[in-house]
């Protein structure tokens, strides 16, 4: 073995998975190539179904049932997996080859403390004694800056970024040749997120490792790529340096990808006071109760003293990490939870303690479109039925719901004839413009979108962001954003709060607000951002 193929820790060479008859294409990847060495960090971008997932899966020999790779090789550090047996393949997972999973609380065992999962993995690979195992779990757990007491810890009883720090943890016990990082800070705020970058890069500098991670966020590449490699339908588009493919884009889906990454830099907007105002929130609060079995249980005052305007025909962000309260303002304002204390007036009607029967008449005028539209659909339920189920419960005639459902999804970018077709079957992206379109069924005054676009590709993302400005705009709604993402915020708000620890900290015009931060939290959050100060191509 000669020095330059000694150096590479994984080659993929000529990979075709074939998908289950019936599928849109015959195959979820086809011949790709590409390497990633000692020490490097390789990105793989693209929209979700380009096949990224798939090949980590082949991989590390985790395929679902019904795929299957037809040609090609995976060299893990020369020897193929896809010809290796599946005891050589349980070898191989963990000792030379460790994943990163998109979501921790579903990759942890829920029921096991994670003291008990570090050791389990020594366990199964190592002739270890107790003492040896504890201590190496130790030294671990103090690499990824955990405290000791997480081992005696369930999962549910951390944050996300603990977990993924587990996680992380978990992968690199045994000192992998190679770290496959599916996603692994999608989930995550923005602070968070820059935390879990650091340690990976950290890691991966001091262990020699060679990493293949798996985004579609652009902000996360330009922080940690040394090499990126585009995936479209499952064939590589373009392959090279970070800032070759970055700033200097060869194929045209790259500059479309490149293109249509949000910038954090907010459009120069004066958000004019003499605009009515539609919802206000005055000394808002919410106090959660944690009871006890026996004395006075916890109290976590989620939200405390909160005031916003939301005026008609303006977008008002709210911005935070995980935890800061903002989807519980979010879930007061649509009374979906009751405020413990202050005042929600809409159109100067205080509807803070409104009994049921009272809110009724008041549900049609704020809606709400939630993060996950396959979660907020149900998904029995033909698309049609969802959208004119409002309508139809303050008394509108069924034709008459069903035409204004036909209008809705043309406002929406969408055929009519998805009306007799279900949830699953449509894209991430297509859920959301559904979501939308249930929400706007009811003509609402208010419209509240709890983080509508997190979980979406940066394209599709473009999308629908674009789609809730033209609605905002031909509508003369009054909006209020909820996101963790700055990018996000700095391009759809008008204005823009900033929300720590149940309070807001900053609040004002959004270009004041991100170019000119005042709080020293705000500052963070925008010195956190992943991509923030390099410099993409041209659009």
Request: proline fraction near 6%; charge should be positive.
């Amino acid at each position: 073995m000669n020095a330059a193929s000694a150096a590479t820790v994984l080659e993929v060479r000529d990979l075709s998975i074939a998908l289950p008859a019936g599928a849109d294409r015959a195959e979820a990847v086809r011949r790709v190539s590409f390497t990633v060495a000692r020490g490097e960090i390789v990105c793989l971008v693209g929209e979700s179904g380009s096949g990224k997932t798939v090949i980590a899966q082949a991989i590390l020999g985790l395929l679902p049932r019904g795929l299957r790779a037809t040609a090609g090789a995976i060299l893990l550090e020369g020897e193929d997996t896809l010809a290796a047996s599946p005891r050589r393949l349980r070898a191989l997972r963990g000792a030379r080859m460790s994943m990163i999973f998109q979501e921790p609380m579903t990759a942890l065992n829920p029921v096991m403390r994670c003291g008990a999962q570090l050791d389990e993995v020594l366990r199964a690979h190592t002739a270890l004694a107790p003492a040896a195992r504890r201590e190496r779990v130790l030294q671990m757990v103090r690499e990824v800056a955990l405290p000791e007491r997480i081992l005696a810890a369930y999962p549910h009883q951390l944050s996300g970024g603990q977990r993924q720090r587990v996680m992380i943890a978990m992968a690199l016990l045994l000192e992998p040749a190679l770290l496959v990082a599916d996603e692994p800070t999608t989930a995550l705020d923005v602070t968070t997120q820059a935390q879990i970058l650091r340690l990976i890069r950290e890691l991966q500098a001091r262990h020699g490792m060679g990493v293949l991670f798996i985004t579609h966020d652009f902000g996360v590449v330009a922080e940690i790529a040394h090499r990126v490699a585009v995936l479209r339908l499952g064939e590589l588009v373009e392959v090279g340096t970070r800032d070759e493919v970055l700033q200097r884009p060869r194929h045209p889906y790259t500059r479309m990808l490149i293109g249509a990454v949000p910038a954090l830099e907010p459009r120069p907007r004066r958000p004019d006071p003499a605009i009515p105002v539609v919802l206000e929130t005055r000394g808002l609060g919410k106090v959660y109760a944690q009871g006890r079995w026996f004395g006075k249980g916890r109290e976590v005052r989620a939200a405390e003293d909160v005031n916003l305007k939301l005026r008609r025909g303006q977008t008002l962000g709210l911005v935070g990490e995980s935890g800061s309260g903002k989807s519980t303002v979010a879930r007061c304002l649509v009374r979906l939870l009751d405020p413990t204390a202050g005042e929600i007036r809409l159109h100067g009607e205080d509807i803070a303690r409104a009994r049921p029967r009272a809110l009724r008449p008041l549900r049609r005028r704020v809606q709400i479109v939630f993060q996950d539209p396959y979660r907020s659909l149900n998904p029995r339920r033909k698309v049609g039925e969802a959208i004119i189920e409002g309508p139809l419960n303050f008394g509108v005639a069924r034709a008459d719901a069903l035409e204004r459902a036909r209008q809705l999804l043309q406002l929406v970018g969408m055929d009519a004839a998805a009306l007799e077709r279900y949830p699953h079957q449509f894209s991430g992206g297509q859920r959301q413009r559904l979501a939308i379109a249930r929400a706007l069924a009811l003509e609402p005054e208010v419209l509240v979108a709890d983080e509508p676009v997190s979980a979406l590709d940066v394209s599709v993302q473009a999308q629908v962001l674009a789609l809730l400005e033209e609605i905002r705009t031909r509508l003369e709604l009054a909006m209020l954003f909820v996101t963790h993402d700055l990018r996000v915020a700095a391009q759809v708000c008008d204005e823009v709060a900033v929300m720590c620890a149940g309070r807001i900290v900053e609040q004002g015009p959004v270009d004041r607000v991100f170019r000119q931060p005042e709080h020293p939290y705000t500052r963070a959050l925008c010195e956190a951002a992943p991509g923030r100060h390099y410099r993409f191509a041209a659009a």
